[in-house]
């Protein structure tokens, strides 16, 4: 954050400062003050459900490509950069899929 200023009291990081040089300064403000009182309701733990489910099958699907890969390249004739490369394809095609389904997720407010 250019022009903000932290500093450690009481156990809590404080932030003194603002994102903007040469603007006024607010008042300390204690980070996750506005999050003390706010309820944890159950759309906080189905949001964290889904999350959470969606990383397990996401990971799932690198796993499953990794962990056999010895027996695709034994299967196609693939040396160890091949299949290196085979693996890295995938996280290369992970990109277009989080931009799509980012865009998507951003226009119906999910």
């Keep these: 954050?250019?022009?903000?200023?932290?500093?450690f009291s009481s156990a809590r990081w404080v932030f003194t400062g603002t994102s903007m040089?040469?603007?006024?300064?607010?008042?300390?403000?204690a980070v996750g003050r506005w999050f003390e009182a706010?309820?944890?309701?159950?759309?906080?733990?189905?949001?964290?459900?889904v999350l959470f489910g969606t990383f397990i099958i996401e990971s799932?699907?690198?796993m499953i490509l990794?962990?056999?890969?010895?027996?695709?390249?034994?299967e196609f004739g693939l040396d160890a950069a091949q299949i290196g490369s085979l693996i890295g394809a995938l996280f290369?095609?992970?990109?277009?899929?989080?931009?799509?389904?980012?865009?998507l997720a951003e226009q119906t407010g999910a």
């Design 92 to 103: 290369l095609g992970m990109i277009p899929g989080a931009l799509i389904w980012g865009k």
């Design 38 to 49: 706010m309820p944890l309701t159950r759309n906080h733990w189905v949001a964290g459900g």
């Design 66 to 74: 990794i962990l056999n890969s010895g027996s695709i390249g034994a």
């Design 1 to 7: 954050m250019n022009g903000s200023k932290t500093r």
């Design 60 to 62: 799932w699907e690198m």
């Design 21 to 29: 040089p040469g603007s006024a300064t607010p008042n300390a403000q």
